[in-house]
């Protein structure tokens, strides 16, 4: 069972579908495929029963942060994860996997990956949009073995972003990252933890394949 991380942050029901959008298509590719239960949940039993944890978000860090406190799933998170349940937040839900945010103050986050979330304005260019939003490509670390999230795609694919802020000084934990004027961080890994700052729900065919593969891991 993959539990979606329900608290009043995120986008849910859109994750739900492209979960079950999966669903139909390995069921298509091997009728005999296993089939993914998914559940939208806030439930702390339901949470430490999944098999995977994802954590959707929207909005600021700062607020999340304290939505999952109210509670208590902020510890939950840590202690599944330092099990080595497969977690992987998507957006502001990557953020959060962080150590700190920088969005009105400084704020602490799960620290399941060293780093900050800092402001993107000071590395783009003056006339470049913000917040960030459209399709951009991935580019995977020279020298490194591309991530086991990314088995189902290519370097060069696009998927599609939304934020203002990205993680910064996390580069042991960079697994991909995106131009948009500057480099950017778009996703992250360390162990057991995964982080995607794009939405795949949002990303087409490359989201669906990132999922499955999360699934899969």
Known sequence: MIAIVDYGVGNLFSLKSSLQEVNRQCEAEDPSSPVIDVVV???????RSADKIILPGVGAFGDAAAKLRENHLDQILIEEAHKGKPLLGICLGMQLLLETGEEYGIHQGLGLIPGRVVPIKPVIPKDYKIPHIGWNSLRFPAG???????????EGDYVYFVHSFYAADCTESVIADTEYGGWLTAAVASGNVYGCQFHPEKSGQT???ILRAFCQL
Do not use: D, R, S
């Open 41 to 47: 949940t806030g439930e702390p039993a339901l949470l």
């Open 144 to 154: 490194k073995e591309k991530n086991p999230l990314f088995q189902y795609i290519e």
């Open 207 to 209: 989201g669906l394949a």
